[in-house]
């Protein structure tokens, strides 16, 4: 268990539709990354947040976007869904300090489908 | 070119041997790099991080990594039924803290 909690567990949405996926990262983490995984691939860095402004974005288009709250929890909104956004959408927390990049710790993600 | 080339496997070893898994990046100013291990189904959970050329051990996983040759590693020794699972490769640009996954190499321990 890495304290990161993820909301809903599964979806299912149509395409056109929008959705709206929650994170709340471990205790005393204030960097959230949210990654997205087709099947049979490798996790896909969409975008981070670092209190509460976005700290770097992936090849995404904007139809992807997201918030951080005061209290370091995130949402990803997916706005007029398309069937290859199916996918397991993870959320990883990290404790931002300076030096090397910090040790992400996934939630158990979000699985989405959409038809 | 890949930013991160792992060999999607399956990798079958017998139970107690070593598996090696092997990765390669393409972005030379990585400088931190992390191994996961996803269970079907589940999220990534971290196993090992190294930063440094040489290697890294820690129970039974060691990590190796040549900066120069741009080549990471994982050696799992006595290998379980437990340890079947997808690996994933993550190097990672300090200066943009996004984790550039492979494909991952899928690990097969029979009894």
């Known amino acids: 268990e890495t304290g990161v909690t993820q909301s809903p567990t599964h979806l299912i949405k149509t395409r056109g539709q929008q959705v709206t996926l929650r994170c709340s990262s471990q205790?005393?983490?204030?960097?959230v990354s949210w990654y997205q995984q087709a099947l049979g691939q490798g996790p896909q860095f969409i975008f981070q947040y670092y209190r509460e402004e976005e700290n770097g974005r992936g090849n995404f288009p904007p139809r992807f976007s997201g918030l951080q709250f005061p209290n370091y929890s995130s949402e990803l909104n997916v706005n007029a869904l398309e069937l290859d956004d199916s996918a397991l959408y993870l959320c990883a927390s990290s404790p931002r300090t300076s030096g090397f990049t910090d040790t992400q710790y996934f939630g158990p993600g979000t699985r989405l489908t959409v038809l | 070119q890949k930013e991160v080339e792992q060999n999607s496997g399956p990798l079958s070893v017998p139970e107690g041997a070593i598996a090696s898994l092997n990765c390669t990046y393409s972005?030379?100013?990585?400088?931190?790099f992390f191994w996961y291990r996803q269970y079907s189904g589940k999220s990534p959970e971290l196993i090992m991080s190294?930063?440094?050329?040489g290697d890294k051990e820690d129970g039974r996983f060691t990590a190796q990594l040549n900066k120069a040759s741009q080549y990471v590693s994982l050696l799992i020794r006595d290998s379980q039924p437990s340890d079947s699972a997808t690996y994933l490769c993550a190097p990672s640009n300090t200066g943009f803290q996004k984790l550039v996954f492979g494909t991952g190499t899928r690990l097969l321990v029979s009894p």
């Open positions: 205790s005393g983490h204030n960097t």
């Open positions: 190294i930063y440094s050329n």
């Open positions: 972005d030379r100013v990585s400088q931190s």
